[in-house]
């Protein structure tokens, strides 16, 4: 398979899906309308909802059933963006190459765009529009999961230690700890959601949790490589953002060259409990080799 | 029935029931945790709890299966109130007479305790502990339900308009417009949300949200009235706070005469719906006076 074909084809998807679930900005809170989808189209690379269609296809699922919360997953991911961006947290300007919310859009509202992405986010999984198809068992078991990985015992619980250890040096485990819950937790919740809507049986969904947990934390350590090594046209951001703010990366407590070893043996790791899957679980597969090699 | 007797045994069974569901302040985030629990337990009135509970039993429900979600709504309450207190927001320092979140535990862990208090309510709404009792659907109907009162479409949205309008003159409809999606959506699907779950009939959830929308604006409208003419020290923060903030009240739009006599016509059409129930909507009933009566 094309990887490359694959992801521009999944990207329109997902944006045509996102573009019909979110409100025209019209009405009286037309303003906060506009601030969610500035964020929401602001050129995300829909990595969660493709990983959640991912994991459909991978335990031979119709990915399909999978889109509302695929959506979904992206609302939360597009949230926790905009109240990482704000003055109080790691005040970024730019996002993507383009300005961030609260200074579009001023950080009153920003704070509530967030606010308004994570709630609808809850709704939009309830959404499931073939409800012969996706049982509301199933549908409760996945909002759990998401509610979990996105909250205190994951995200946010992440992100908090993020902002309390910056400018301070810690043990590498804990850098671990950060990139896991932070970035890693909402991403293997994005694989494990799509099994599971999948009807993937119990093996099927523990191995791609595995996958999920693996590329999760591979993810944020390329994110980390990239910030330092990084072209800032590519990134839409400035490189050297990390170090600037005194964040602790796997590059800062690990040296460069160590953190890619790391990632290419966690990328080793991840792939490993799919040996069990056919062909459909390609995208899986492409999709951890990809983490190596991308440039944004 | 004695309602102040009535309230205090729904606010200890509702206090316990979060302290049991909150997780104790331990492990990397441990300060996230402490944040949570410090506003979810700074005084609050357990309104929303007691209102859900009191809609199942309303419609012969029971109201034990209603308790998870009662104690969602008032996460979701307390991040509300959370997040509208910091400096970007209405800058309230004080709060039921304490320090505010972002007062004691800083800006960053202010918002990221309302987004954890907000998706934890999520993942709380999915633990029915008794699942052969309330079925998948029902849950996920009520998920849908309060997800809509506390996004852009209610409480997220009404709050929005509120901080665009201050000190500005704006039409009574549009202070109505806010004090129905800031405040009433959610009271609304308190109940709505209990009756439901009580396995009430269409009509009497019906009736039960018409009850709900009323209450919901006599709330806020009662609470303007207080505002101006409270005691400081029953209410816990500073009287006159929303004209010092140009904030658009009833009050400021009818005059508080006028109001009064707004909230009282507010409170019989309240009740009126609930005419088709027997003694167990007597709970709903006295709230709903006591909406009138209430000093803080």
Redesign the interface.
Known sequence: MDLKTYLVKKRALIDNALKAYL?EPEG??A???RA?NYSLFAGGKRLRPILCMAGAEAVGGDEQLALPVACALELIHT?SLI?DD?P??DNDDLRRGKSTSHKVF????A??A???L???A??L???IDLPDKV???T???V??LI??A???QGM??????D??TAGTEIEPS?VE?IHT?KTGALIAASVSSGAILGHGSKQQVEAVTSYGNSIGLAFQISDDILDVEGDSNEMGKGVGGDAQKGKNTYPSVHGIEKSKKILREIIEKAVEPLKQFDLRADPLRHIARYIIERKR
């Open positions: 409100p009286p809170a303003e906060l309308i969610m949230y109240h704000l109080a947290m001023g950080e009153a509202i704070i509530l967030g606010d308004g994570l709630t609808e809850f709704h999984m309830t959404r049982d509301s068992r549908l409760q078991e909002i759990a509610a979990t996105a909250g205190y946010v619980g992440g992100q908090v230690i902002i309390q804990l700890f819950h």
